[in-house]
Structure formats: structure tokens, C-alpha cells
């Protein structure tokens, strides 16, 4: 028991480090390049957790599972693109752009992470894995995600 709770922390950790990794790409100022990047990012962070969790990771099918959660809460997609794209508006559109990119895909990232470390620990792969049925987890874990972005930051000043 002592070696899964291990594992889960351990998981915890690094969906944490990579939330903080996309916050930083999403202030990128270059309109849909950060959305490539946060995606390569995501990725990456769903091949670290099945290496954790001794998961076949298949490239193709880690992008299309990724996609489909997001597609599904097609507002969260469609609100990535458009706050990238409002990065093209010069000052006020550079400035929102960046912020609202960093804040979503950061939360985004976070609860991608926390649904397949939930997945992965109940013995799921990514053969079996349903975003449909995790939908309304991982909105969940969105809201999670964004106050893990406060906590992250708390007694920073500006």
C-alpha cells in the first residue's frame, strides 16, 4: 500500500510540474504556437505518467485521447484558440491573450493529469480509457486545477 500512495504523490508532482511548465508557455506571445507547444507538453506529461504507472504509451493514441477530452468540453478547446489568438490584437489583445491562454491551459493540463492518474490507479489503460465517461471529471478537476493556480502562486505580489 505504501508503494501506490507513493506513486500517486509522486504522479501528483509531476502533473504539477507540468501545469507550472504550460502556465509559462501559454504567456508565449506568438499566436497558436503556444497551442502546438501546450499540446507537445501534455503529451509529454501523459507518457510520463504511463511510464509511472508501467502503461504502454503509443503516441497517436495519447494525442487522440487528449483531443477528444478536450473536444468534448469543446468550450475549454475553443477557448484555448481564442485566447491565442487574441495575442494578434496589439497591447490590451497581447496582454488578455497571454493571461487567459496561461490560466486555461494550465488548468487544463492539471486535470488531464488527475483524470489519468485516477484511471491509471483503478488499472486502466489507454485501450480502455472512456473521455466520455470522465467528461464531467474532468471538468471538475478544471476547477480544481484553476485553484491549484492560485495556491501555486499565493504571496506573490505583482
Do not use: C
Request: proline residues 3%; hydrophobic residues 45%.
Amino acid at each position: 500500500m505504501v508503494e501506490k500512495n507513493t506513486k500517486t504523490e509522486e504522479a501528483r508532482q509531476m502533473v504539477k510540474k507540468y501545469m507550472l511548465i504550460v502556465l509559462g508557455v501559454g504567456l508565449l506571445p506568438f499566436p497558436l504556437v503556444d497551442v502546438v507547444a501546450i499540446s507537445g507538453i501534455q503529451l509529454k506529461m501523459l507518457h510520463g505518467l504511463a511510464k509511472l504507472y508501467d502503461i504502454e504509451f503509443v503516441k497517436h493514441r495519447g494525442k487522440s485521447l487528449i483531443a477528444s477530452l478536450l473536444g468534448g468540453g469543446a468550450t475549454v478547446s475553443l477557448s484555448y484558440n481564442v485566447a491565442s489568438v487574441t495575442k494578434s490584437v496589439p497591447v490590451f489583445g497581447q496582454v488578455t491573450g497571454m493571461v487567459s491562454t496561461s490560466l486555461l491551459a494550465g488548468a487544463s493540463t492539471y486535470a488531464i493529469g488527475q483524470v489519468f492518474i485516477q484511471h491509471f490507479e483503478s488499472g486502466g489503460t489507454f485501450l480502455n480509457f472512456d473521455p466520455q465517461k470522465v467528461r464531467e471529471h474532468y471538468l471538475q478537476h478544471m476547477e480544481d486545477g484553476k485553484a491549484e493556480i492560485k495556491k501555486s502562486f499565493a504571496g506573490i505580489k505583482p
